[in-house]
C-alpha cells in the first residue's frame, strides 16, 4: 500500500477532470484519497491503494477524458492515511 500525491498542469479545470479522477480511482478498486483545484490552473490529487492500481491510475489520468489535456504531473510519494475510506472531490 502506498499514497502519492501529483500535481497535475495542462488544460485540467473546467472539464471534468476531478470527476474522471474519482470515476478512475473507484473503477480501480475503490483508491482513496481526493482531487482539487488549485488557484493557479492545476489539480492537486492524493492517491492511496496498491502500488499496480497508482501506476495504472497514473497512466489512466495522464490520458485524461475527451475534454482536457494533460501536459505534465509531478509525482510524490506521501505517508499512508490509514482510515481513509473513499476519493472524493474538494
Excluded: H, W
Aim: charged content about 25%.
Amino acid at each position: 500500500m502506498i499514497r502519492k500525491r501529483f500535481l497535475v498542469q495542462g488544460k485540467v479545470q473546467g472539464v471534468g477532470f476531478r470527476f474522471f479522477c474519482q470515476m478512475t480511482a473507484k473503477s480501480l478498486n475503490n483508491l482513496t484519497g481526493f482531487a482539487k483545484n488549485l488557484d493557479n490552473g492545476d489539480v492537486l490529487i492524493e492517491v492511496q491503494g496498491s502500488y499496480e492500481k497508482i501506476i495504472e491510475f497514473r497512466y489512466l489520468i495522464s490520458k485524461g477524458n475527451r475534454f482536457c489535456r494533460v501536459s505534465n504531473i509531478f509525482e510524490e510519494e506521501l505517508t499512508l492515511i490509514p482510515k481513509e475510506k473513499k476519493f472524493f472531490i474538494q
